[in-house]
């Protein structure tokens, strides 16, 4: 049979994972012979044997590679051979191009679990054993190709056997970039609060810490965590009392689905999310015991964010407070430590990810520190995720575990850099046909987080060799986001595009699903500029592509206090009672509220109006007693939440909204009902109800006015498992189909993703076509 060659290029997450050896076997497997190599832009091979067996590589190539790859793309194309190859060879990596794209962190795999609880193994209970099916990615290079001299283990040279399995293309380490052992890798120290070590075995004695009530941080794969017993109410107070967190939600650490029992009642798409490779935070429902199991954890909510081990360091915890066993047996048994796990951010700054920064800025809330001397070289987040009722996640935060993991775009367009907007930022880089969003950066209130954006920026464009075309923002001109958007195109002489928040929201959701047509936008938030100059948040817009419309929407309410009235409840059900000409009852009934006379008379002048969905969920919040006050951002909504969780579904009672010739939609009348109603896990059960019927109402009457039956939602208030779940059914009983976010959380964490998406639509339309810029 004749002898073929073919070159192949293989794009996606194809560094770092394994992809090379796995080619390496199946060459040899098939009796093919030739070369593969890490380029620029992914992996480059040429192989060359017979048509059958060229035939079975490719179809072996996609259907059976290493669990941390994806192949998104696989071109192949015939070469001539000038002279037969000699076998199969890995050639060292070609750094021309620099378009490859790098893998997010992964956590241990079972071989290396295998590994790290034998005790006969040469890794036996080694920190940081990995492997190319798992370990850091992310978060310790600094750029591409990913090899072993550009990430934060250049610093640990390997010692023979280490290097031995490197070199070793059948062996599962070969090319383990931050491959080590106890002899030649990173090592743990534990150390006190004035910074001097701890003597002893690091993990035991901060076990023993964390037993007697101690709070522990402990440095991990993007940051420190800050550790305590998460079934010791007291040692959970001080955290709080520590960081200034007051009752804002705790995520909790287990050590498998077995230790869940008591704590949370996960389902098998909860449980799968908890146990996949990611290792996100998953939000579960409480157990009738889970209040009394981890007194003080999650206070007053339905949900409890739980994670499992990710981390060698997170396994040798649980396994010390097993009795240190042999093998792996363990892990499939229940496991009584529950560990509170936050991150070490104090007072709203960026997550400390430095040994020195650690003990400066975790002076105080920290009585001991277990560090260890391989850098962090990129600060990620724990990732966040609610499993809606189909299965498919919901994000809350996106970050370690999918940072930087592309979004794939329908189309090839100009690059963009899109910088978020203030609330809970992520910045988005378009290349080609992919999205990349970075990790979570946070609020940007504080210079800290503002210089976090900058590095995260400049680290993502330098690692992605991406030199934007575009620069787009928020239209708020406030923004430190938006004022980096500007300073950065003026810099680069790039166009600078502001994008309305509403229609980012909205565009966030089009980029994701690939959807190239009209659609009606449901954006439901807490804020954003309007192009009145007035906060919106309750909005129903027609978006086609670049350009929008706004059809509709809530009918505006005080916010008496202005911003004051987002954080405080009680002033939103004020408004909402003079909004209903019962400003009388305002002092009386909010008597325990200081200057509750004072907001009366405010109501009786013009105040800022917003049409916020979600400064209707805090006046219902306070209307019901269930919130006049927050300790954190969407406390209200969440306590509404869970109130109506608890009671139950319930149906909606009619006359409770009207939407008139305009397109507003009027929710006074169901205000009115909460406002007289006693029972406020009813009151909220019944806001839920009615809500859901009013807004697909609303939308229904739109789409009936503009033909259009596709709905896009964006914006925060969509993390409301009752209100998106709720709206699926009810727009679907009305013949409308509704997109959501995924991929990307569906607040201000995805807005970049919109940003990014409507400034290629602008640049392509100014183009005259799909493409770049002209």
Not at 81 to 99: M, T, V
Not at 334 to 341: C, G, Y
Not at 635 to 661: F, K, T
Request: charged share 20%; proline share 6%.
């Amino acid at each position: 049979m004749d002898t073929q060659r073919q070159r192949l290029t293989v794009r996606g997450i194809v560094q770092g994972v394994g992809f090379r050896p796995f080619v390496y076997r199946l060459a040899h497997e098939l009796a093919l012979n030739g070369w593969v190599r890490n380029d620029g832009q992914g992996v480059t091979l040429e192989i060359e044997g017979s048509p059958i067996h060229l035939a079975q590589f490719a179809d072996r190539l996609r259907g059976d590679a290493p669990p941390l790859a994806r192949i998104d793309r696989l071109d192949a194309v015939p070469v001539a051979a000038r002279r037969p190859f000699a076998g199969f060879r890995i050639l060292h990596s070609d750094a021309a191009g620099n378009e490859a794209a790098i893998g997010a962190d992964s956590c241990t795999c079972p071989a290396c679990l295998a590994e790290l609880f034998d005790p006969a193994d040469r890794r036996y209970r080694y920190a940081f054993i990995n492997c190319t099916d798992c370990g850091p990615r992310y978060t310790l290079v600094s750029r591409l190709p990913y090899d072993r001299a550009n990430t934060s283990m250049a610093a640990f040279a390997q010692c023979a056997p280490c290097r031995n399995e490197y070199t070793d293309p059948l062996h599962r380490r070969f090319h383990a970039e931050p491959n080590a052992c106890p002899d030649c890798g990173p090592q743990l120290q534990l150390l006190d609060a004035t910074g001097a070590p701890i003597a002893g075995d690091a993990i035991a004695q901060t076990l023993a810490l964390i037993a007697r009530g101690g709070i522990v941080a402990i440095k991990g794969l993007g940051g420190f965590h800050l550790v305590c017993d998460a079934r010791n109410a007291t040692a959970v107070a001080t955290l709080r009392a520590r960081k200034q967190r007051e009752e804002k939600p705790l995520a909790v650490m287990v050590a498998n689905g077995a230790s869940l029992a008591g704590v949370a009642d996960a389902n098998d798409a909860e449980r799968a999310w908890l146990t996949s490779a990611a290792r996100p935070i998953v939000l579960v429902d409480k157990t009738t015991d889970t209040d009394r199991q981890l007194a003080g954890v999650a206070p007053h909510l339905a949900s409890i964010g739980v994670m499992l081990p990710y981390t060698p360091i997170h396994y040798l915890l649980f396994h010390e407070a097993a009795g240190r066993p042999a093998g792996v047996a363990w892990l499939e048994q229940p496991q009584s430590l529950a560990l509170v796990m936050t991150s070490a951010n104090p007072h709203g700054e960026p997550l400390v990810i430095d040994n020195r920064e650690a003990l400066a800025q975790l002076s105080g809330i920290a009585d001991a520190f277990l560090q260890h001397d391989r850098d962090i070289v990129v600060r990620c987040d724990d990732s966040v995720v609610r499993v809606d009722s189909q299965g498919a996640p919901q994000f809350v935060r996106r970050a370690r575990g999918y940072t930087p993991r592309a979004v794939p775009l329908a189309t090839a367009g100009a690059p963009v850099l899109a910088l978020g907007g203030f609330f809970k930022n992520t910045l988005c880089l378009t290349r080609g046909d992919q999205a990349f969003l970075s990790q979570y950066i946070g609020d940007l209130d504080r210079v800290a987080n503002c210089l976090a954006l900058e590095a995260a920026c400049e680290h993502l464009m330098h690692l992605l060799h991406i030199t934007p075309q575009l620069v787009a923002h928020d239209r708020h001109p406030d923004f430190f986001s938006t004022q980096l958007a500007s300073r950065l195109a003026a810099q680069w002489q790039v166009p600078c595009i502001a994008v309305q928040h509403h229609h980012a929201h909205i565009a966030a959701v089009l980029a994701e699903h690939g959807l190239d047509q009209p659609v009606l936008g449901l954006a439901l938030d807490g804020v954003g500029l309007g192009d009145d100059g007035t906060a919106w948040g309750g909005e129903l817009l027609r978006v086609d592509g670049a350009d929008y419309r706004r059809l509709g929407h809530l009918r505006p309410i005080a916010m008496p206090g202005a911003d004051r009235a987002a954080r405080e409840p009680w002033r939103m059900a004020a408004a909402a009672l003079a909004q209903l000409g019962r400003a009388d009852e305002i002092a009386t009934r909010f008597a325990a509220q200081s200057g509750a006379g004072l907001v009366a008379q405010l109501l009786a002048r013009p105040q800022p109006l917003t049409t916020s969905m979600g400064r209707y969920f805090d006046a219902a919040a306070g209307l019901l007693g269930l919130a006049p006050t927050m300790r954190f951002e969407a406390q209200a909504a969440m306590l509404l939440e869970g109130a109506a969780a608890q009671h139950g579904a319930c149906a909606p009672e009619s006359g409770l909204y009207r939407i008139d010739g305009s397109l507003q939609l009027d929710l006074s009348p169901l205000l009115a009902r909460l406002a007289d109603c006693d029972r406020p896990g009813y009151g909220a059960a019944l806001f839920h109800a009615v809500l859901v019927e009013a807004l697909a109402d609303w939308v229904a009457v739109a789409a009936a006015q503009s033909g259009v039956r596709t709905v896009a939602g964006g914006g925060g208030c969509f993390l409301n498992a009752l209100l998106r779940d709720g709206l699926h059914h009810a727009l679907a009983r009305r013949g409308l189909t509704l997109y959501t976010s995924q991929a990307v959380p569906c607040g201000d964490g995805g807005l970049a993703l919109g940003q990014a998406w409507v400034a290629r639509r602008m640049a392509a339309s100014q183009a005259g076509g799909p493409g770049s810029l002209a």
